[in-house]
């Protein structure tokens, strides 16, 4: 296949991975993502980083602590995404196990935008009357609806884990780990992890105040790790060591049973068995159907599943959520067929930015992902936002940092964009309705100054071939078992193929009986219902499959081309 790269291997980290008991497989496969030493792959949550080394992480527990006992009105400010849901709950449901007065807001994306806005913190004061406002997944770039909660005379706590801006908010306490002066040696944390980890500091500042002297326990947050699991993958940040230990815990818990009612409740109106949970299943499962919430009515129906200890309401909602992802699934692909139909008549650039306005807001988002994924190209999509503005979503491709590039058209061009944030691969941004022309010419004369040709060649990232010895099932289910995505990808292996059978089963994937040599093997290809040449080389991952009571092994192809 055109574009294949194989994942070089540290041998001398393979052996000693091998040498202390994993699997020669397993040891290969780890030591190709930077592992040396199997106290990485430890699940002890002692090995999480201390939480002390957050900045402000002491001061802003301090001053919840002061805030709880003196019985103040909380108020968590949340996103609209799952990462913010998640984070969102992870507060409510342990701020109420420490005895604290608290209630959220989560904007509505269509009428409020995104983050602490002044509007927000108006409707703030006007609805629930708060002492103390928490932003989670956001905040770190409202000077001005911070200033606005000041103001009205309320305190702020920021948490986020946004890059910030020049300038940070006049906050009563910020903590984010990409705030300047913060040492926490993981700058991945999602904004559910930063959440956790001030819950975990909260209840030390407890444990120091004595207040479980006298009970007979303290609360427990590891009962919260499947909801830190599930926004931290959804929210594709980079999966290092401290973010590899959070989600595995989190789906431990989920595949002993002991989720919360309503992550259950996901699994189950996905048709998912959560006793066999992983990562997957939280960022293309159980993730897109909390966010379609958030993207095609309101966040609060998404935070109530996540929230609520009643296992029918839970059970309810989460048929609800799953009827507005079939919807988001309908929108999207009609959107990325007009957005096809448009790149007829365009030859893509070094990026690619699109506009239409009927395209529906809330999946932008997506639609952007799909196209940066067929061009492999740095993508914005924009919709009308209806107030004389575009809201745009962006995804970017591994040589471009996506937030770095909006900040240098900014400079370039400084009143064409009203707003921007995001990461090295995703950001958003809102423009005023007639500057989309321009910015869809600075953003292509930025990229071309910070990409080269080769950069837009799209590479195929592998593990290899896979020799005959490994294709089994016992490698399968470690690689079911360990926790992968960004920054630590699932292995994808490569191979020719011999095509012995095929046929369509559900009206748009592939059923195929593959051989190798004298190896034959069941394999399926999704999406993709043209049938294949008689001969491919592929790229693949192994899976199990669980069928009537069967265990059988089954490659799942991702790219191929005729052999």
């Not at 949340?78 to 507060?91: E, N, P, R, S």
């Not at 009205?152 to 906050?171: E, I, N, Q, S, Y």
């Not at 289910?477 to 095929?502: I, K, M, N, Y």
């Not at 999704?526 to 199990?544: I, N, Q, S, W």
């Amino acid at each position: 296949m055109s574009g294949i790269v194989t994942r070089s291997v540290d041998g001398d980290a393979a052996a000693r991975l091998a040498a202390a008991g994993l699997s020669p497989f397993m040891a290969r496969i780890y030591a190709a993502r930077g592992i040396s030493d199997t106290a990485q792959l430890t699940l002890d949550l002692s090995r999480l980083i201390p939480p002390e080394r957050l900045l402000n992480l002491g001061t802003m527990a301090g001053l919840l602590a002061d805030a709880i006992t003196e019985r103040k009105k909380l108020l968590i400010v949340a996103d609209y995404d799952a990462d913010g849901a998640t984070a969102c709950a992870v507060g409510l449901r342990a701020l109420r196990l420490f005895g604290a007065d608290v209630d959220y807001l989560v904007p509505n994306r269509f009428e409020y935008g995104y983050g602490l806005t002044p509007e927000i913190v108006q409707l703030a004061a006007e609805r629930k009357k708060p002492d103390v406002l928490i932003t989670v997944d956001n905040g770190i770039a409202s000077i001005d609806g911070v200033a606005e909660a000041n103001r009205l005379g309320m305190k702020v706590l920021v948490t986020d884990h946004h890059l910030p801006g020049d300038a940070l908010p006049d906050a009563w306490c910020i903590i984010n780990p990409n705030q300047p002066g913060c040492g926490f040696p993981s700058k991945n944390l999602a904004g559910v992890g930063v959440m956790f980890y001030l819950m975990l500091a909260l209840r030390a500042e407890f444990r120091r105040r004595g207040a479980y002297a006298a009970k007979p326990a303290e609360p427990r947050l590891d009962t919260l790790l499947d909801l830190v699991a599930l926004g931290t993958v959804a929210d594709v940040v980079k999966l290092d060591d401290n973010n590899r230990l959070l989600v595995q815990q989190g789906l431990q818990r989920m595949r002993a049973g002991r989720a919360q009612p309503g992550i259950t409740a996901l699994f189950n109106a996905a048709g998912r068995d959560i006793s066999r949970a992983g990562a997957y299943d939280l960022g293309f499962v159980a993730g897109p159907r909390l966010n379609a919430a958030g993207r095609l009515t309101d966040m609060s129906l998404g935070i109530e599943c996540l929230t609520t200890d009643d296992a029918p309401r839970a059970a309810d909602i989460a048929r609800q959520l799953d009827q507005l992802n079939r919807q988001r699934r309908d929108i999207e692909a009609d959107m990325q067929a007009s957005a096809l139909a448009t790149m007829d008549d365009v030859e893509p650039g070094y990026s690619l930015s699109l506009f239409d306005p009927q395209w529906h807001q809330g999946v932008i988002g997506i639609l952007a992902s799909r196209l940066r994924e067929r061009f492999h190209r740095p993508t914005f999509a924009f919709a009308a936002a209806g107030n004389g503005e575009l809201k745009g979503s962006g995804r970017s491709i591994p040589a471009l940092h996506l937030r770095d590039a909006l900040d240098l058209v900014s400079k370039r061009h400084p009143e064409l964009i009203v707003r921007f944030g995001g990461h090295a691969a995703a950001a958003g941004l809102t423009l005023h309705e007639n500057g989309f022309n321009t910015f869809r010419d600075a953003f292509e004369a930025v990229t071309r100054d910070l990409l080269t040709p080769a950069d837009l060649d799209r590479e195929w990232i592998t593990d290899g071939e896979l020799p005959c010895a490994d294709l089994n099932l016992d490698n399968a289910a470690a690689l079911a078992d360990a926790v992968w995505g960004q920054g630590f990808p699932e292995p994808r292996f490569h191979d020719r193929f011999e095509v012995t059978s095929q046929r369509v089963v559900g009206e748009r994937h592939l059923k195929l009986r593959l051989r190798r040599g004298a190896q034959a093997i069941d394999a399926m290809l999704f999406g993709h219902a043209e049938l294949l040449p008689d001969t491919v080389f592929a790229t693949y991952r192994l899976a199990a499959n669980h069928y009537n009571g069967a265990v059988t092994l089954q490659l799942i192809l991702e790219h191929w081309q005729a052999g």
